[in-house]
């Protein structure tokens, strides 16, 4: 019997693409935003999604409709907005969005999984955030007596994923079985660790993908067109170094007013990635190299989105719906297919332990 996984605020897929390839059978996922989960659909279509509000859904029947009995489940994913915790979370006071993640109680009450796995931004164990962290694991330790691992941080580029993206890690057990963060398939060249591979590159994730200059788009492939850029962006662009370059080498002529004088703001922005090295975080404007260092690392241009959901280790088959800018957003909030699948593997070995 194939072990079965829920994917809670599932986006596009990532989790559920991830457990798939190790073999899970997901039963169900709630996705609000009706893009997505169309791009969701298109890609697993024998999965029940909840097209909804996670706090309009009713665990018991779920638990129905996946005809499943309490404590039968083998993994519940809890993958809730990250953008109330991050850094760049610029919305004045608290975000309602917060409070999105402890809805994880409702559905761990009745579903009764026999494993938990939380993903989300290192900021949800920070500042006044740390609060509502606290509060879901002395729930789910004191009042549902869950075996709770301490928060832990991992950089999915230590699992095979071409991208540094540090992002916090809660594992749960309904029974006492012992528990850790499982153990890095990979390490930079410099550290040259035993039995483990180099750090995937820029390069790596963009094997054969052809090259396109800025406006151009591939006869073969829809989700690999490159943005049309302003003139003025276009010779920025000719200014910035390849490979790792940045804004600091823009004339003065070619310098936004708001970084001239001192002023500093991002310093990604308008930088290129670097063939040589894993690319940094993807965010939701992933394929805008004026939100983050997204320039392609040697032609005039951002990141297309297939070379982003490269980076995001989405296989070329995966499908996405929506505008382009909405499918920069959801490939830029997705959890790397590679990252989920290292859970995935590790909760067969569990099983099998």
Same mark, same amino acid.
């Given at each position: 019997?194939?072990?079965t996984l829920?994917?809670l605020?599932?986006g596009?897929g990532?989790v559920?693409?991830g457990?798939?390839?190790q073999?899970?059978?997901?039963?169900a996922a709630?996705?609000?935003?009706?893009?997505t989960a169309?791009?969701?659909?298109?890609?697993?279509?024998?999965?029940?999604?909840?097209e909804?509000d996670?706090?309009?859904i009713?665990?018991?029947?779920?638990?129905k409709?996946?005809?499943?009995h309490?404590?039968?489940?083998?993994?519940?994913s809890?993958?809730?907005?990250?953008?109330p915790?991050?850094?760049q979370?610029?919305?004045?006071?608290e975000?309602s969005r917060t409070k999105l993640?402890?809805?994880t109680l409702?559905?761990?009450?009745?579903?009764?999984?026999?494993?938990?796995?939380? #993903?989300?931004?290192?900021?949800?164990? /920070?500042? %006044?955030?740390?609060?509502?962290? =606290?509060k +879901?694991?002395?729930?789910?330790h004191d009042?549902?007596?869950?075996?709770?691992?301490?928060?832990?941080?991992v950089?999915?580029?230590?699992?095979?994923?071409?991208q540094?993206?540090?992002?916090?890690?809660?594992?749960?057990?309904?029974?006492?079985?012992?528990?850790?963060?499982? #153990?890095?398939t990979?390490?930079?060249p /410099?550290? %040259?660790?035993?039995g483990?591979? =180099?750090? +995937?590159?820029?390069?790596?994730?963009?094997?054969?993908?052809?090259?396109?200059?800025?406006?151009?788009?591939?006869?073969?492939d829809?989700?690999?067109?490159?943005?049309?850029?302003?003139s003025?962006?276009?010779?920025?662009?000719?200014?910035?170094?390849?490979n790792?370059?940045?804004r600091?080498?823009?004339?003065?002529?070619?310098?936004l007013?708001?970084?001239?004088k001192?002023?500093?703001?991002?310093?990604?922005?308008?930088?290129?990635?670097?063939?040589?090295?894993?690319?940094?975080?993807?965010t939701?404007?992933?394929?805008?190299?004026?939100?983050?260092?997204?320039?392609?690392?040697?032609a005039?241009?951002a990141?297309t989105?297939?070379?982003a959901?490269?980076?995001?280790t989405?296989?070329?088959?995966?499908?996405?719906?929506?505008?382009?800018?909405?499918?920069?957003?959801?490939?830029g909030?997705?959890?790397?297919?590679?990252?989920?699948?290292?859970?995935?593997?590790?909760?067969?070995?569990?099983?099998?332990s």
């Amino acid at each position: 019997m194939k072990p079965t996984l829920i994917d809670l605020f599932s986006g596009c897929g990532g989790v559920t693409q991830g457990f798939k390839n190790q073999g899970f059978q997901v039963l169900a996922a709630v996705e609000w935003d009706s893009i997505t989960a169309e791009t969701y659909r298109k890609n697993h279509s024998e999965v029940m999604m909840y097209e909804d509000d996670i706090r309009n859904i009713q665990p018991k029947e779920m638990l129905k409709r996946c005809g499943l009995h309490q404590g039968e489940l083998t993994v519940l994913s809890v993958c809730a907005p990250c953008q109330p915790f991050s850094r760049q979370n610029r919305l004045p006071k608290e975000d309602s969005r917060t409070k999105l993640v402890l809805e994880t109680l409702r559905f761990v009450a009745v579903l009764r999984p026999k494993y938990i796995l939380m #993903e989300n931004v290192p900021g949800l164990n /920070k500042g %006044k955030n740390k609060k509502i962290l =606290n509060k +879901l694991i002395k729930v789910l330790h004191d009042n549902l007596n869950y075996n709770v691992l301490d928060p832990y941080i991992v950089d999915a580029v230590n699992y095979g994923v071409p991208q540094f993206r540090k992002r916090l890690i809660l594992l749960c057990s309904r029974e006492d079985i012992p528990l850790s963060i499982p #153990e890095t398939t990979h390490a930079s060249p /410099k550290e %040259k660790q035993n039995g483990k591979g =180099n750090w +995937l590159t820029v390069k790596d994730a963009f094997q054969g993908i052809h090259k396109l200059a800025s406006g151009w788009k591939s006869r073969t492939d829809p989700m690999h067109q490159a943005r049309n850029h302003t003139s003025l962006n276009l010779e920025r662009l000719k200014h910035i170094p390849k490979n790792g370059g940045s804004r600091h080498s823009l004339p003065d002529h070619l310098q936004l007013a708001c970084h001239k004088k001192g002023g500093t703001g991002y310093n990604d922005v308008y930088g290129r990635m670097d063939f040589r090295k894993p690319a940094n975080t993807l965010t939701t404007g992933c394929t805008n190299f004026t939100k983050g260092r997204y320039a392609h690392p040697t032609a005039n241009r951002a990141i297309t989105p297939r070379e982003a959901a490269r980076l995001q280790t989405f296989p070329d088959f995966y499908k996405f719906e929506g505008s382009y800018d909405h499918i920069s957003v959801q490939i830029g909030n997705a959890v790397p297919v590679g990252l989920a699948e290292t859970f995935a593997k590790y909760f067969c070995e569990l099983e099998h332990s």
